[in-house]
């Protein structure tokens, strides 16, 4: 999905009031939980980290709904519910590290900023790298290292990550980010050879390999090669 000429410098609309604000995140809290949501770590960062915070101009009052939403450079910003499913697959600890393939708006990185050590996160989109770290300072979250580069290929030069969260489709899980992963490791891949037909991968690296786990249907933008030329 795409966004249309100049959406995000489309004038925002109507003030919300603080009262309706509050029972749109009471909804979309509940919403996450008849989702599946069951991990609390999971839900409090989901709570913590207003999605409003990341959906601009002619979107910004479906902030709150369980649906994808276009940003720049013909990205989308993913359903929350599978923000939260993801990021509960990886099964984050406070001391791990993980690396992030697809910043886009930089809203599940924040998420899981909530949840590890340090997140890095990487894009090959310039743009969208800039915008995310301003949404990251002015949130506070100093444990996020944005970077704009080709995510296919991983950050070798902080390897090996103890989880790694793909957010675009690959044709299989790539051999770079495998190859990036700590024994004992997990990485979540939608993995799929169309936009309709992709199952989102759990991955857990072994002392004798890989183990794959298919945990549902799901719907991404493929995961490119190489640097945007925006």
Same mark, same amino acid.
């Given at each position: 999905m795409s966004t249309g000429p100049g959406a995000e410098d489309s004038p925002p609309p109507g003030p919300v009031s603080?009262?309706?604000?509050?029972?749109?995140?009471?909804?979309?809290?509940?919403?996450?939980? *008849? *989702?599946?949501?069951?991990?609390?770590?999971?839900? =409090?960062?989901?709570?913590?980290?207003?999605?409003?915070?990341?959906?601009?101009?002619?979107?910004?009052?479906?902030?709150?709904?369980?649906?994808?939403?276009?940003?720049?450079?013909?990205?989308?910003?993913?359903?929350? =519910?599978?923000?939260?499913?993801?990021?509960?697959?990886?099964?984050?600890?406070?001391?791990?590290?993980?690396?992030e393939v697809g910043t886009g708006s930089g809203y599940q990185a924040a998420i899981l900023a909530c949840l590890g050590r340090r997140v890095y996160t990487v894009d090959r989109h310039r743009d969208?790298?800039?915008?995310?770290?301003?949404?990251?300072?002015?949130?506070?979250?100093?444990?996020?290292?944005?970077?704009?580069?080709?995510?296919?290929?991983?950050?070798?030069? *902080?390897?090996?990550?103890?989880?790694?969260?793909?957010?675009?489709?690959?044709?299989?899980?790539?051999?770079?980010?495998?190859s990036q992963l700590k024994i004992g490791g997990i990485m979540i891949v939608p993995v799929g050879q169309s936009d309709t037909v992709q199952s989102l991968i759990r991955v857990t690296r072994s002392e004798t390999g890989f183990d794959y786990e298919e945990l549902r249907p799901v719907r991404f933008v493929p995961l490119v090669e190489g640097m945007a030329t925006d």
């Open positions: 603080p009262a309706e604000l509050a029972e749109r995140k009471m909804r979309f809290l509940f919403a996450l939980r *008849q *989702q599946g949501l069951t991990d609390m770590r999971v839900l =409090s960062a989901m709570e913590r980290i207003d999605r409003g915070a990341f959906v601009r101009g002619i979107f910004a009052a479906r902030a709150y709904e369980d649906t994808p939403l276009p940003i720049p450079c013909g990205q989308t910003i993913s359903q929350p =519910s599978v923000v939260a499913l993801m990021t509960q697959a990886l099964q984050i600890g406070p001391r791990d590290t993980v690396l969208l790298v800039r915008a995310a770290v301003q949404r990251f300072e002015a949130l506070g979250l100093s444990n996020i290292v944005a970077i704009a580069a080709d995510g296919s290929r991983g950050l070798p030069d *902080q390897a090996p990550f103890d989880r790694i969260l793909v957010t675009a489709a690959a044709e299989d899980p790539p051999g770079p980010l495998l």
